[in-house]
């Protein structure tokens, strides 16, 4: 009975001592970073440093999302290691709304928010009436408001503020009518309506140029920088440090500017 004991004993022990084990698990030095991002320009820019990295010891995988969302959850549930597609005020928002507390890493770039429309030429030959979609997640909207005030085609309660909202328009003199859709749908919908908002990452993947197409443009003095964005447990982990520091590397400036000709600008 006593030998029986002993034994039970014994095997809780080591039971409890491979949970201590499991529950004290380290970053792998060498294992794959997971990185989140949308396809354009992130996942080129990510692509461009890979072989970079790799001579550094640092192997990245890649994971590209269509939305704006599912970057973050999965960051923050511990299904990526790091993500790159957000500027700081959307982040700001999601944690909010979602009780997380992601980080950011490092400022990469600046992409000019741009309006466009395949039925008119020009800002002037917007209709009375005419119909505007615009981002309908909270910071983009707002940074979308921003940029229809300073081309003059309506005046907000609050210019300053990032995070306007359709009620903070206080002067409409074309009458716009608004079309709040998720952003990635943005472009799919240029032949239904007068003009679209789009953030310039789904301008270039439908293959629209913001410097040639869009009917105005936010200038290079955006704030909207995109970030390198991590978790509090992980944002020292040496290998986001290293991805963190090629992102902002002269290489990288001169790809963007090469590749995008100013559709994309690299964060001061």
């Given amino acids: 009975m006593l030998r029986r004991s002993l034994l039970i004993v014994a095997a809780a022990s080591l039971a409890l001592a491979a949970c201590g084990q499991g529950g004290e698990k380290k970053t792998d030095a060498n294992a794959p970073l997971l990185v989140g991002a949308t396809a354009v320009p ?43 597609f957000q500027t700081k005020p959307y982040l700001d928002e999601f944690n909010a709304s979602r009780g997380s507390n992601l980080v950011t890493v490092a400022g990469i770039h600046v992409e000019p928010l741009g309006a466009y429309s395949r039925r008119h030429k020009s800002l002037a030959d917007l209709p009375q009436g005419a119909e505007v979609a615009v981002p309908n997640d909270a910071s983009s909207i707002g940074r979308s ?29 074309k009458g716009l009518r608004f079309r709040e859709l998720e952003s990635a749908t943005l472009p799919r919908v240029l032949d239904q309506v007068d003009m679209a908002v789009i953030n310039t990452n789904y301008a270039l993947d439908a293959g629209l140029n913001p ?58």
Avoid: C
């Avoid at 995070?163 to 903070?168: E, H, K, P, T, Y």
């Avoid at 982990?237 to 500017?257: E, N, Y």
């Fill in 211 to 268: 410097k040639t197409d869009a009917l105005t443009l936010e200038g290079a003095d955006s704030p909207y920088v995109n970030y390198l964005v991590a978790r509090p447990d992980n944002q020292n982990d040496p290998r986001i440090r290293a991805l963190a520091t090629a992102l902002r590397s002269q290489t990288v400036k001169d790809f963007i500017a090469q590749k995008y000709n100013g559709a994309v600008i690299p964060a001061a």
């Fill in 42 to 84: 992130h996942a080129e820019i990510l692509e461009h440093i890979k072989p970079i990295l790799a001579e550094q010891g640092v192997n990245i995988e890649i994971k590209v999302f269509n939305d704006y969302v599912q970057p973050n959850t999965q960051l923050a549930e511990k299904r990526l290691d790091v993500n790159y």
């Fill in 145 to 173: 408001l921003i940029l229809l005030q300073k081309a003059g085609l309506i005046r907000l309660k609050d210019p300053a503020n990032p995070l306007q909202s359709l009620r903070d328009i206080v002067d409409n003199p």
